[in-house]
């Protein structure tokens, strides 16, 4: 068994990769190590995998095709977790071409790889919280429309949803898509709120509160997203050869809508340190409250999310510490 991981250098594939390892799976990781972030970072992630003997690593852009289908022709891939993205909200308002290259052509690439694959056991995409864009009913549920994206990137992860329906239907391929909302842990994004208001409170400047502070997120644990996402992997949906694809699409989330604030008194608790703040409107491409319904999930695959805020954050800035002695 050899499973192929897309944007292995990444926060949550670096740990899917690293959890898959320590089963002893086989893991070819392909990342293009792009600057949206500091690359030391994604280095240092990489360092954490290549300990690992059974990790092999290539450096890709998965919008060229043709290097991707040159580099992977000698390993024998059973099943592909593909986690590269352009992410982030906000960037895709300024930088949108660099989604379309990303999150369209090079899902494309890999759909096209897939479907030429022999024997392809499963295929599990990335997908986010952020097309169900300006929905009111809470919780979320992937039986509502996401038909009305509220920012370019939200665009693409649906567009991405609609293409791997296409190539099950077409193709027969198992797909799982995963809509992520708010992960959060040890390696994570610097992009991200928690690591965001991590830096300006130790700084001693003010963190930015959009909408004054009135937003809620779904926040999940990196090792509950983990948990999920190879128990999805064990179980590709299965293809009943009728006119129904073997495809399916899950919220991967807490089951738990918690206030921004409350992110901010966890994180002063955790460093220690008072958070001054600057009250802002809301951004554009913003949302105002992310709640994922995990029940399907739940019922199929027994995914059940364990770690709270109160647990997580202090783990993340126990981490954080650490790497930046580090560093």
């Known amino acids: 068994m050899t499973i192929l991981v897309t944007g292995a250098a990444g926060f949550v594939g670096m740990h899917v990769a690293e959890a898959l390892l320590k089963k002893g799976v086989d893991v070819v990781g392909v990342d293009n190590m792009n600057a949206y972030y500091d ?6 992630r990489l360092a954490q995998l290549n300990r690992h003997e059974k990790f092999d690593f290539l450096k890709l852009d998965i919008a060229d095709r043709e290097a991707v289908n040159s580099a992977l022709s000698d390993y024998n891939i059973t099943s592909v977790v593909h986690l590269a993205a352009q992410a982030g909200v906000r960037y895709s308002i300024t930088n949108p071409f660099e989604y379309a290259e990303s999150n369209l052509t090079g899902f494309l690439t890999i759909l096209e790889y897939c479907r030429n694959l022999q024997g392809l056991e499963h295929l599990v995409y990335a997908s986010s919280s952020s097309v169900y864009g ?3 009913d809470l919780p979320y549920s992937v039986d509502q429309s996401v038909d009305s994206p509220v920012s370019f990137y939200a665009a693409t992860k649906k567009s991405n949803e609609l293409m791997a329906h296409c190539y099950s239907h077409l193709y027969r391929i198992p797909v799982t898509g995963l809509r ?23 700084a001693g400047k003010p963190i930015k509160i959009f909408n004054n502070g009135d937003m809620r997120r779904d926040f999940t644990y990196i090792d509950d997203i983990v948990s ?13 050869g009728n006119e129904t ?21 966890t994180l002063e608790e955790a460093w220690g340190v008072k958070a001054e703040t600057e009250l802002l409107p809301m951004q554009k491409g913003d949302v105002k409250e992310t709640y994922a319904d995990i029940e399907p999930m739940r019922r199929d695959v027994g995914y059940k999310p364990t770690t709270n805020l109160e647990v997580g ?11 930046l002695k580090e560093s």
């Open 228 to 240: 999920g996402v190879l128990k999805v992997l064990e179980s590709a949906p299965e293809d009943k």
């Open 39 to 44: 690359v030391s970072l994604k280095e240092a």
């Open 313 to 323: 954050i202090p783990k993340f800035v126990a981490w954080y510490k650490e790497y």
């Open 180 to 202: 992520f909302f708010t992960v959060y842990g040890p390696w994570g994004r610097p992009d991200m709120a928690y690591w965001l208001f991590s830096d300006a409170m130790r």
């Open 245 to 265: 694809p073997p495809y399916r699409v899950y919220n991967i989330g807490n089951h738990q809508s918690e206030p921004l604030m409350k992110l901010v008194s």
């Open 134 to 136: 300006g929905n009111k």
